[in-house]
Nanobody, 116 residues
Framework: VQLVESGGGVVQAGGSLRLSCAASGSILSIYAIGWFRRAPGKQRELVAASSNDDSTNYIDSVKGRFTISRDNAKNTVYLQMNSLKPEDTAVYYC???????????WGQGTQVTVSS
């Protein structure tokens, strides 16, 4: 299954964006889909994840601001980002975990830039 990210852009601090991760096939067979980000000069980090048992988890810095959700009928996972901060600026990627950890296969990602 290939994953394609979209929805990034430039927003002011406090603004919102919704990212989409569209899969080329069914996401029901994928154990978990996660949203990652890589800021300039930093390593890629897992921001939020949605498992096929409907559980979700987030890193502390985005809790209460970001929401991950999935539409199984559309094979799409979303990341709603509210109250954006300049430190959220990064390239955002989605990744798939088939049960053995996230595969080291990445798309182009989508750039999110938050201006102060």
């Amino acid at each position: 299954v290939q994953l394609v990210e979209s929805g990034g852009g430039v927003v002011q601090a406090g603004g919102s964006l919704r990212l989409s991760c569209a899969a080329s096939g069914s996401i029901l067979s994928i154990y978990a889909i996660g949203w990652f980000r890589r800021a300039p000069g930093k390593q890629r980090e897992l921001v939020a994840a949605s498992s096929n048992d409907d559980s979700t988890n987030y890193i502390d810095s985005v809790k209460g601001r970001f929401t991950i959700s999935r539409d199984n009928a559309k094979n799409t996972v979303y990341l709603q980002m509210n109250s954006l901060k300049p430190e959220d600026t990064a390239v955002y990627y989605c990744g798939a975990d088939y049960g053995l950890g996230y595969a080291d296969v990445w798309g182009q990602g989508t750039q999110v830039t938050v201006s102060s």
